[in-house]
T-cell receptor, first 113, second 119 residues
């Protein structure tokens, strides 16, 4: 079974600084997708970034980037120039094929002004 | 982008009554929809997966007679909590995955969630 582990229950960052959220996963599949979702207090799940396992290049979306290490099964999220609006729960997720998405336990990010 | 709506956003009901929650994909056809339950400060727990026109597949431990799921069209899935009890109080989230061009196939798009409180 595929599992997703987020070892940091809480993280804190100063506004305008950079923070990295960790995620590891376990799978025997070779073709899969990895995601980072953000859940603000409104509880709406928002897709932050997506990575296809077959791509070696790390995905980037504006201030958000990932460090995808396929051999190590690691998928960390880097948030640059942190903003107050980045404060939220962040979930790392794994999906293979059309099956359901598996989520990590989440990391609560606090941004200090 | 792909938008998924849920209705109602919150509902309060008496114990023993049934509650229906709707999940709609507004601008794409959702071949697969998922229903999750989320307890406070916890991750999302998958309840069931439904494909349009077929019976839902329930996760182990989820009572299919209590949580009725219908996916009658490519844009609508419903979750009915039958004979609700206080322990069913939770935040229910649906998500949809598309199978057509123009929408990322392997991404799930989430609805805003429904908070159910059973008195």
């Amino acid at each position: 079974a595929q599992t997703v582990t987020q070892s940091q229950p809480e993280m804190s960052v100063q506004e305008a600084e950079t923070v990295t959220l960790s995620c590891t996963y376990d799978t025997s599949e070779s073709d899969y997708y990895l995601f980072w979702y953000k859940q603000p207090p409104s509880r709406q799940m928002i897709l932050v970034i997506r990575q296809e396992a077959y791509k070696q290049q790390n995905a980037t979306e504006n201030r958000f980037s990932v460090n995808f290490q396929k051999a190590a099964k690691s998928f960390s999220l880097k948030i640059s120039d942190s903003q107050l609006g980045d404060a939220a729960m962040y979930f790392c997720a794994y999906r293979s094929g059309r099956r359901d998405m598996r989520f990590g336990a989440g990391t609560r990010l606090t941004v200090k002004p | 982008g792909a938008v998924v709506s849920q209705h109602p956003s919150w509902v309060i009901c008496k114990s023993g009554t049934s509650v229906k929650i709707e999940c709609r994909s507004l601008d794409f056809q959702a071949t697969t929809m998922f229903w999750y339950r989320q307890f406070p400060k916890q991750s999302l727990m998958l309840m069931a997966t439904s494909n349009e026109g077929s019976k839902a597949t329930y996760e182990q431990g989820v009572e299919k007679d209590k949580f009725l799921i219908n996916h009658a069209s490519l844009t609508l899935s419903t979750l009915t909590v039958t004979s609700a009890h206080p322990e069913d109080s939770s935040f229910y989230i649906c998500s949809a995955s598309a199978g057509l061009a123009g929408v990322v196939l392997d991404t799930q798009y989430f609805g805003p969630g429904t908070r159910l409180t059973v008195l």
